[in-house]
């Protein structure tokens, strides 16, 4: 039986970013993706580089901040061996909330600073500019899996992973439906299903997000942030509309309402997108934690490795996550202090749950 140096479980952008890496470091690494690679919660995904952001976590905000600073030099990485371009936008975003929910390094802009940068936003709130970038993960991801294979990762698509195979203490590979595959690394990154991965069960709950697309809108030049909604560009004329948060466990369905809410709610910040007609809408499944942290590192299984849980940012913490785990599977000594991204500070049990609700 073909035997590889590491597994991946999941082929979403956290791992096959994590499979690239540990290419670097000459492992042979294979991707167990139990749908098609990216089709998931990243290919869902709005695609904001909010490393700044207020909705990040105190304990997060260091990882997401070096993690948006090296998003050109990885995009740039990915465009070379892929050959494909990466929709990566630089012009920034322009947020419309109350001041104190404004980060550090916000500009506070006047009416004619905001007439000059984007005249089609109308709010009676508070607005600031944040130098922040975005990218469209759809190509991102289509780069990636192609630098990976590129790379000679392996993947392995339609393949869902049951349990984590165990001998002497130690990982020894993984269990699918139909076959089973031989590792002494194996990186859970399962995303919205990695708490269903035996023996060992973490409290990764997926939270449902629905978004639409509309086209024929306003040529915005910024991602625009409010309380209920925001609003990205993309490079081909479409505005992506996002997002809701809900618990409806494995539920992918689009529910119309929903949609016509958010639509409304970008009308008001953006009265012109009601000139603009819906070209697509969707859900994803992020994959939540009940501290809303991350997973990252190794479990009390050695050579089992956790790399989930990242919700709401996996496109942004892509980098930085599959640099680190660059340095934990060469055992060196780590970048950053991941003690509040441990797997150890929950029960590895079902029983924990995440307290979320459905807002807009």
């Known amino acids: 039986m073909k035997t590889w140096d590491a597994i991946i479980i999941g082929g979403g952008i956290i791992g096959v970013s994590l499979a690239i890496a540990l290419r670097k470091e000459e492992l042979r690494v294979l991707i167990v993706e139990r749908g098609e690679p990216g089709h998931e919660a990243s290919h869902a995904a709005a695609g904001m580089l909010a490393g700044a952001g207020f909705e990040i976590p105190a304990p997060l905000r260091v990882l997401a901040r070096e993690s948006a600073r090296m998003y050109p030099e990885f995009v740039h990485e990915l465009e070379d061996e892929s050959g494909l371009k990466i929709n990566l936008r630089e012009q920034g975003t322009i947020l419309v909330a109350p001041a104190d929910k404004f980060p550090d390094g916000a500009e506070l802009l006047s009416a004619e600073k905001l007439e000059a940068l984007e005249p089609v936003i109308r709010s009676a709130s508070c607005v600031a500019y944040l130098p922040e970038r975005c990218v469209d993960p759809r190509t991102l991801m289509a780069a990636a899996v192609k630098a990976a294979k590129h790379r000679e ?18 990982a020894a590979g993984v269990k699918t439906e139909k076959t089973s595959y031989a590792s002494g690394i194996v990186v859970n990154c399962a995303g919205a299903w990695a708490g269903q991965i035996l023996p060992l069960q973490f409290p990764v709950k997926p939270v449902k997000g629905q978004m639409l697309a509309v086209v024929g ?75 809303e942290l991350p997973i990252i590192g190794e479990t009390t299984t050695r050579g089992y490795f956790v790399a989930t849980g990242h919700y709401r940012d996996g496109i942004l913490l892509a980098p930085a996550t599959a640099k680190v785990f660059g340095d934990l599977i060469a055992r060196r000594e780590c970048s950053y202090d991941l003690t509040a991204f441990r797997p150890s500070r929950f029960p590895e049990s079902r029983g924990a749950t995440i307290s979320r609700h459905f807002m807009l």
């Open 153 to 170: 990762v392996d993947i392995s698509s339609g393949s869902e992973v049951r349990e984590v195979l165990v001998e002497n203490g130690r």
């Open 217 to 291: 809108g306003p040529a915005l030049k910024h991602v625009i942030r409010g309380e209920k909604v925001y609003l990205v560009p993309r490079n081909d004329g479409n505005i992506v509309i996002g997002s809701t948060l809900e618990n409806a466990g494995f539920d992918k369905r689009v529910n119309v309402d929903c949609i016509e809410t958010l639509l409304r709610n970008a009308v008001v910040l953006v009265p012109e997108v009601a000139g603009a007609r819906q070209h697509d809408a969707w859900a994803g499944l992020r994959p939540g934690t009940p501290d």
